[in-house]
């Protein structure tokens, strides 16, 4: 993975933080090394210490792989990923992010723009739902386990 990710970005990365699962050992090290990649390793047994990508790869299987038939063709598992990542970067509200979708927190946080939740996290609130508003559930690409909920003014 180390490897295909530095084809593609062309620069490796600084570090990488990761468990100490088997597939992290010497080999890997030994290509982290050669790369002038620092492995970092998250606290055995310590809560948060890797929560992030724990708490993906659990959306990863219980939002976009549970209820399909997981393809075998290398091919159109990555189709079926990339159309659920997307959903989970541009549609998906995330609690931790006040409501907002990644992609909403990455472009108030890079533009300098002011830090506010998402539409949801607005109408949780209170803050601008009123009697004109509507909930929309297109699902994405037609796939029936991954929905997209937007709040639109009604006419």
């Known amino acids: 993975m180390l490897v295909r990710t530095v084809r593609r970005v062309g620069t490796a990365p600084r570090c990488t933080v990761t468990d100490r699962g088997t597939p992290f050992g010497k080999p890997f090290l030994k290509r982290c090394q050669r790369r002038r990649v620092h492995p970092r390793f998250g606290a055995v047994g310590k809560r948060g210490s890797i929560a992030v990508i724990e708490r993906f790869h659990r959306t990863l299987k219980e939002e976009m792989l549970r209820d399909v038939l997981v393809p075998y063709a290398t091919k159109d598992l990555r189709q079926e990923l990339a159309v659920g990542i997307g959903r989970y970067h541009g549609h998906r509200p995330h609690m931790a992010l006040e409501g907002r979708t990644p992609r909403e927190a990455y472009r108030s946080t890079s533009s300098g723009r002011k830090r506010g939740g998402?539409?949801?996290?607005?109408?949780?609130?209170?803050?601008?739902?009123?009697?004109?508003?509507?909930?929309?559930?297109p699902l994405m690409e037609g796939r029936k386990h991954l929905p997209v909920v937007r709040l639109e003014r009604a006419a």
């Open 118 to 137: 998402g539409a949801l996290a607005r109408t949780a609130r209170g803050g601008t739902a009123d009697k004109g508003v509507r909930l929309r559930v």
